[in-house]
């Protein structure tokens, strides 16, 4: 059956204007957008801003790290130049206390002990010993001495003498017609110069000598033993009291 007019004229009608193939719609330029362009301009000059002022700050951080980082290595530096120079200090503070240690040993040494002196007496050669050190030298001397006596002309109390010699066994020995080892006859162990007078005791070179020990403290040996009051107690054994009392 042939389509009716009226329904052709219905059909015609919707193809015109529905169809999209035959009339496509079409946007008028002149309708405005969802967002205008000049939103869209500023915003970007906003974001441009703001990259600026970012960047600004990131650049603000970075030079005030780099300062930062570089006062710490001037004072790491400066740190370091300190250290090394106390190190040196010390070093040097050692090195002084070792040489002037080294320099008392050398001249507050005792020739016959190799010791710091312990009491010093000095001899008329400018030679100075231990107290107890020439006593025994002395001492030594008279038995080197006896040590060369035949023993038929030498009484039996003086052979192989060990003990210390007294005053009288000394007179006995060296004074007088009958003396078996005549004459008082010292020495320096250092200069072998003959000793005629008695040591003489310094104050002042005793004086320092103490002074010196007790400040180098545990470093330098002291000696308990003491020295008897008096000279005739230290030399009246080994020289007569002429020469003491001259």
């Not at 990259?51 to 650049?59: G, K, N, P």
């Not at 300190?82 to 001249?107: I, M, P, W």
């Not at 060369?148 to 004074?175: N, Y």
């Not at 000793?195 to 400040?215: F, Q």
């Amino acid at each position: 059956m042939a389509p009716s007019r009226r329904a052709m004229v219905r059909q015609s009608h919707v193809r015109k204007h529905y169809n999209l193939r035959s009339s496509p719609l079409k946007l008028n330029p002149s309708l405005p957008s969802s967002k205008p362009s000049s939103c869209i301009n500023n915003d970007n000059e906003l974001l441009r801003i703001e990259l600026t002022i970012a960047h600004e700050e990131v650049s603000k951080i970075e030079t005030l790290l780099s300062t930062n980082v570089n006062q710490l290595r001037k004072e790491l530096a400066k740190a370091e130049r300190e250290k090394k120079k106390a190190f040196t200090g010390r070093d040097d503070v050692v090195a002084a206390y070792q040489n002037f240690l080294h320099s008392a040993d050398v001249v507050l040494q005792c020739p016959i002990c190799q010791a710091v002196i312990k009491q010093p007496f000095t001899l008329e050669c400018h030679h100075t010993f231990c107290y107890h050190c020439l006593v025994s030298l002395f001492h030594n001397r008279i038995r080197a001495r006896l040590s060369c006596c035949i023993d038929e002309i030498l009484p039996e109390r003086f052979q192989h003498h060990l003990a210390p010699f007294t005053s009288a066994e000394v007179k006995e020995l060296c004074d007088g017609p009958y003396a078996i080892i005549p004459g008082r006859f010292y020495s320096c162990p250092t200069c072998q110069a003959y000793v005629e007078k008695p040591p003489v005791e310094i104050p002042l070179l005793s004086e320092v000598v103490g002074k010196i020990t007790g400040a180098l403290g545990p470093d330098i040996e002291r000696s308990e033993r003491r020295v008897p009051a008096g000279p005739a107690a230290h030399w009246g054994v080994f020289f007569e009291q002429e020469e003491i009392d001259m």
